[in-house]
């Protein structure tokens, strides 16, 4: 259950040759994307369990599981700016009900990233993932 931003992403990487070309396609989608405000970089937006500094700030319109979900993001790593961007393709738009059913560990293999980023970055994925589940339930059991 893949957005269309993130299937897009998938045929891209099908489409790359090497984990380089993947790596520097990550990279780009983190430099299209907005910065924060250093104003919403707070330690309430803080996702700890990450090398990096990293802020997910919820953008929850409605109420209830049927609430739309939407997120910014920021780090200052170049690569995890860019992981952001992947989850923001896969999350973004969704219900808080979809969210919670999204498979993030299959969708994200799908891109070959688990064997290519360090366990560090697989543990700070690992940490955004669970950080927007836990928006989408808080939300969803409003």
Known sequence: ???PAFEEIAETFEFLEDWEE?????????KAMDPL????????????GCASQVWI??????????????FRGDSDAMIVRGLIAVLHA?????????????DAGGELARLGLNDHLSSQRSNGLRAMVERI???????ASS
């Open 1 to 3: 259950m893949a957005s």
């Open 22 to 30: 993947r790596y520097r396609h990550v990279i780009d989608l983190g």
């Open 37 to 48: 405000e250093d104003a919403v970089k707070v330690p309430a937006t803080k996702v700890d």
């Open 57 to 70: 700030l919820p953008q929850i319109e409605g109420e209830g599981r049927a609430a739309v979900f939407r």
């Open 90 to 102: 896969l999350y973004d738009g969704l219900s808080v009900d979809e969210v919670l059913k999204v």
């Open 133 to 139: 589940r836990l928006l989408a339930a808080e939300k």
